[in-house]
Every structure is written in C-alpha cells, then in structure tokens.
C-alpha cells in the first residue's frame, strides 16, 4: 500500500504558487524564492543608490534663464521619493525587477542645455509632456509595437552592448579607467588609473573588490555580487579611517587619488528630515511662451527619443540576463512595464528631478537572483528610506559599488555567441549597436545606429519586405535625432 507524503503545506511542484503573494508576483512561476528577491533588490539599491547624490549635484549645479538654483537637499529628498515610488510602482503593476530613478545623461540635458534658456519650473514641464507623450505612445499601443517591430537578435545585440555599456561605466566610476590629461595631443584618450598606474588606494579597493566578486561567481556562492559590495565598502571604510584619502576634489582642486562621489565613512547622524519643497514645482506652458515653440519641441522630441529607446533596451538587457524574454525577445508584462516607465518621467519632472527612467544597474539585482517585482518592492523601500537616512546612503563608494557593475558586464556579455556573425545584414548593425552605446556613451545612440544600419542593408540587398513597417518610421526619427544639432542651427 502506498504511503502519502506527508502534508507539510509546501506544493510538491516548486513552480506551484504557495500563496496569493507568489501566486502575484509569480515568484514560483519564474523559478524565483523570497530569499532571491532580497538579495536582488538589496544589489539593485547599493549599484544605484548613488543617484541620490549626483543627481542633486548635477540638477542643483546648474542656473535657469533667470540665475536660480535648485536645493541641493531637496533635491536629495526628491530623488529618493519618485525613485522609491516609481520603482514600487514598476514592481506591482510591472512586476518586472527593473527599478526607476532620475535618468543620468537626461538630467545633464535639463541641466545644461533646457533650464539655461528659461525658468526651472518652465523645464521641468517640458519632463512631463515628454512623460505624457510618452504614456499615450504605450495606451495606443505604438511603443509595444516598435519594441515588437525590432529584429531578435538586434535585440540581443541590444543587451550585449548596454553590458560593455555598464562595464565601462563601472571602471569609469571607480577611477580605474580614466581620460588622459592630454587627451587632445595624445593618440590614447583614455588609460589606466593615473598615468597608467594603480597608485591610489581607491583603486586598489576597486581591484580588490572585484577580484573577491569574481571568485565568489565563479565558485557559484549565493549573493556574490552582494556580499562583493558589502566586503569593498568595509574594506573602504578601514582605508579612509587609516589613510586619510579623502574626496576626489578638495577644496575645488581635483585630488586624483581621492574617493569617487563618496567618502566611505560613517556619518555623524544617521536621520535627516527630508525637504520636500521642490514638489509640483513645474510649469507646463512657460516655456512656450519664453522660448518660442522650436526650443521646447527639439528638446522634447531630444528627451522623448531618449526615454523611448533607453527604455527599450534596458527591458530587453534585463529579460536577457534573467532568461525572461519569450521567443520575439519580448519580456512578460511588457506593455505595463512601459506604461510605469512613461508615468516615472512626467512624475520626475513634477518632482523638479528630471525624468525618472528604468536603470540598468538593476541587472546586478538579476544576476543575484531577481526574477519578479517583488526585488523592486524591496529597492523602492530603501530608496523611501534614503529620505530620511540621507548621510547613509552615502556610505558606499563608487569604487565598491562599480564592482558590480562590471561582473553584470560581463555576465550580459555571453550572450553575444546567440548573434548570427555570418550574416552580415544583422551582424553589422549588432556590432554597431554594441560598440556605439560604451563608445559614445549611450544606449539610444546605439540603438539607433543598429536599427539604421539594418534598413539601409536590407535595402541595398533588396529585401525591404524583410523589413517591419514600423522600422523606417523609427530610422527616419532617429536619422532627425542624429541631426537635431544641424537641424537647430538652419532654422534658429
């Protein structure tokens, strides 16, 4: 006779939902556990937590049309608040674990080239009509349609390029790789640390850190990237405390050696109350009337290109690395999860944050283990914490989190051996969308350069049937987005 096993409430079946909170967020369902999510989330926040510091520095470092600033600690707080609710947001509605923050490159346009020409509140509305335009592209259902109309393996072309994309940006970071002094005279823009050496103790915590990541992926520990963070943060914090290192700029002199963004060292106090002042501080209309309508309409459509296709490929790098994309290299969800990307940039320019956009810092959360939203639940908590722990968040340094950021590189990476390398119609523009994005800096520019590529080729090989309708509308915008500076100066 048969004996039952006994009932000890867990389904026999792991991919059986245990709860109505699996059975939500399909943790089960996507081969995930609660632990996995923590610990997702928790790496997501420490690679990403720094924004809550450069983007004030960016934002509040910068003067509109008529002289004023932007608060630096309202900023801090306001940053922190749409970060944690948008990234919340992203988890329950898109149930995707891709978290959301002010937009770097995004914040430098408003800053630099948007705020200067008009008033602080009349920038921040151009944010939220590009947001709107944006949300209305999703509702129609336009914006799934162009992320459907995308060649698969340019879409994997996509990920692989935001992964050199990251790594670039996590040795950049930890002052690892740097600009040569004499860039401009010089036949090599960039090296090694200073003058091609490892002199600094920053950069050894850097090497240090990601050598110990490195050995703890490869031996398969659970939390490597996590526990390789935590491990270079103390490691800095004993640094500073014994060396004295210091900021990377003292007194406004650049001090090479020094700490990127953050000084690890703990803080005097731990809470600070959060200035909320800069909220719906925005003004939809002003800046048509203040800067004519061709202003306001490059920049939107700028800011509108960015957001769309920055987006696009950060979905898409993230599905990747989590083995979440189905057969048309589409993630689960994919229209919520771009209507909550669409309501992040108009909720950041309420804010007076700048558009808050996906982060692709969150792959070091999927490599952890992040399968659903709920890794977002616990990132977005942490960022509404970081309003009030403020000096906290500035424990970590670059030079600890960056190592992260360089293992995902490398992890997004592998996928390369999927692309088709014999056929020159797609791998031409996947070799140009992998290398434009670190080259230049972006993802969208990357993503357009493949994207052009691949009509122009399916053209010349008189195969246009090939290609999806919908991507030469998507050339043309991006031909007018490569020439917006010419554009600008013919009819200004």
């Not at 690890?264 to 209309?285: A, C, H, T, Y």
């Not at 959360?365 to 709920?374: I, L, N, Y």
Request: charged share 15%; no cysteine.
């Amino acid at each position: 006779m048969a004996i039952a096993p006994p009932d000890n409430g867990i389904p026999s079946d792991p991919a059986q939902p245990r709860n109505g909170f699996d059975r939500f967020f399909e943790i089960s369902a996507r081969g995930s556990t609660m632990s996995r999510e923590v610990r997702g989330g928790l790496a997501t926040f420490f690679t990403m937590a720094y924004i809550v510091v450069l983007n004030p520095l960016i934002l509040g470092g910068a003067a509109d049309g008529d002289g004023k600033k932007l608060s630096i600690p309202a900023l801090a707080a306001a940053t922190a608040l749409v970060a944690g609710l948008m990234t919340i947001l992203m988890g329950v509605v898109g149930r995707f674990p891709m978290a959301l923050a002010a937009g770097l490159g995004v914040n430098a346009l408003v800053a630099f080239e948007i705020a200067p020409q008009m008033t602080w509140a009349d920038a921040m509305g151009l944010v939220v009509i590009e947001g709107v335009l944006i949300a209305i592209l999703v509702l129609t259902g336009l914006r799934t349609a162009v992320f459907r109309s995308v060649p698969t393996q340019l879409k994997t072309a996509i990920g692989v390029g935001i992964g050199l994309f990251l790594t670039i940006i996590g040795l950049v970071d930890a002052g690892f790789v740097r600009r040569v002094p004499d860039a401009a005279n010089s036949t090599v823009p960039v090296g090694l640390g200073i003058n091609g050496k490892i002199v600094s103790w920053p950069m050894l915590v850097f090497v240090v850190g990601l050598l110990v990541t490195l050995v703890l992926v490869v031996r398969r520990v659970r939390g490597a990237i996590l526990i390789g963070i935590l491990a270079s943060t103390v490691l800095a914090i004993i640094v500073e405390a014994v060396a004295k290192v210091g900021p990377s700029f003292v007194d406004g002199k650049p001090n090479p050696e020094g700490w990127s963004l953050n000084v690890p060292k703990l803080p005097e106090r731990l809470v600070d109350i959060p200035d909320l002042s800069l909220l719906g501080n925005f003004n939809v209309l002003g800046s048509w009337s203040r800067a004519g309508w061709l202003i306001p309409l490059m920049f939107v459509f700028t800011l509108l290109i960015t957001d769309f296709f920055d987006t696009m490929g950060t979905m898409v790098a993230i599905g990747q690395e989590g083995d979440m994309l189905d057969e048309q290299g589409t993630p689960p969800r994919a229209k919520e999860i771009l209507l909550v990307d669409s309501i992040a940039a108009a909720a950041g320019g309420a804010a007076s944050v700048s558009s808050n956009t996906s982060y692709i810092e969150s792959a070091s959360g999927v490599a952890e283990g992040a399968r659903t939203g709920v890794a977002n639940l616990v990132t977005g908590a942490l960022f509404l914490l970081a309003m009030f722990l403020a000096p906290l968040s500035t424990v970590v340094p670059f030079e600890a989190a960056s190592t992260a950021l360089v293992v995902v590189g490398f992890l997004m990476m592998t996928a390369v051996r999927t692309i088709d390398w014999t056929d020159y119609e797609i791998a031409i523009p996947a070799f140009l969308t992998i290398t434009l994005m670190p080259f230049t800096y972006s993802i969208s520019n990357g993503i357009g350069a493949g994207i052009i590529s691949y009509v122009v080729l399916k053209l010349a090989k008189g195969k246009a049937r090939e290609i999806h309708p919908l991507l030469y509308a998507v050339a043309v915008l991006f031909v007018l987005y490569f020439l917006r500076g010419p554009i600008e100066s013919a009819v200004m």
